[in-house]
């Protein structure tokens, strides 16, 4: 099966097959259980959080994914400002849909 297309010198890609760019807000799981939210860039060997808020308490029943649309009635957080952490100190990052901005 092709999965792309050559159409007067342009290739296209199947739209099911082009992944998203990562939103500029996410959650990121930091090693030894550090868990913060915020706008995420990269900046050399680091990942920078702005805005970053500690996520504590997760409130939810179904892990880190509930928290995508934003925090539940019983997560609790604390702003922390900004955050570096080096890349290889982290363990995942979950895209954001909102809801974490203030």
């Known amino acids: 099966m092709n999965e792309s ?8 890609v199947r739209a099911d097959l082009v992944s998203a760019p990562p939103s500029e807000t996410q ?3 930091g090693q030894r ?3 913060f ?3 995420v860039s990269e900046d050399g060997d ?4 702005r ?32 955050v570096r ?5 982290v363990v995942a990052r979950i895209d954001v849909n909102g809801g974490w901005d203030d």
């Open 5 to 12: 297309i050559h159409l007067n010198g342009v290739e296209y």
């Open 27 to 29: 959650i990121v799981i």
């Open 33 to 35: 259980g550090w868990v």
């Open 37 to 39: 939210v915020g706008k």
């Open 46 to 49: 680091d990942i920078v959080i």
């Open 51 to 82: 805005g970053a808020k500690n996520i504590r308490v997760w409130g939810t029943s179904r892990g880190l994914g509930e928290l995508v649309d934003g925090p539940l009635e019983s997560t609790k957080f604390d702003p922390y400002g900004v």
């Open 85 to 89: 952490l080096p890349k290889i100190a």
